[in-house]
């Protein structure tokens, strides 16, 4: 089987709607404005919290650079800030 009709078919199901949205020039009411501001957050702990206990032994230096990072995220406001205090901490710490 021919996975390049597949490839495109899911490209064209993906990037319509984004275009779609873009050409209709659609309003985003401020609910919706609201909750997709966390979205990139919960998306983040969704992808981090799994692999803080680790494979080797490390489980409390992640714990305890997640905790940073969270600290850091949630006092500034910014991901990506906690994301590199984060990575400092735990090559740190290690």
């Not at 692999?51 to 500034?76: H, Y």
């Given at each position: 089987?021919?996975?390049?009709?597949?490839?495109?078919?899911?490209?064209?199901?993906?990037?319509?709607?984004?275009?779609?949205?873009?050409?209709?020039?659609?309003?985003?009411?401020?609910?919706?404005?609201?909750?997709?501001?966390?979205?990139?957050?919960?998306?983040?702990?969704?992808?981090?919290i799994?692999?803080?206990?680790?494979?080797?032994?490390?489980?409390?230096?992640?714990?305890?650079?997640?905790?940073?990072?969270?600290?850091?995220?949630?006092?500034?406001?910014?991901?990506?800030?906690?994301?590199?205090?984060?990575m400092?901490?735990?090559?740190?710490?290690?």
């Amino acid at each position: 089987m021919n996975a390049w009709p597949i490839i495109l078919g899911m490209a064209v199901v993906t990037y319509v709607p984004r275009v779609a949205g873009l050409w209709l020039r659609a309003r985003v009411p401020p609910f919706w404005q609201r909750f997709l501001r966390f979205v990139p957050i919960a998306v983040f702990a969704a992808l981090a919290i799994p692999a803080l206990p680790g494979g080797r032994g490390e489980a409390e230096v992640r714990i305890l650079a997640g905790v940073l990072a969270s600290a850091v995220s949630w006092r500034f406001r910014k991901l990506w800030l906690g994301i590199a205090v984060g990575m400092v901490a735990y090559w740190g710490l290690r």
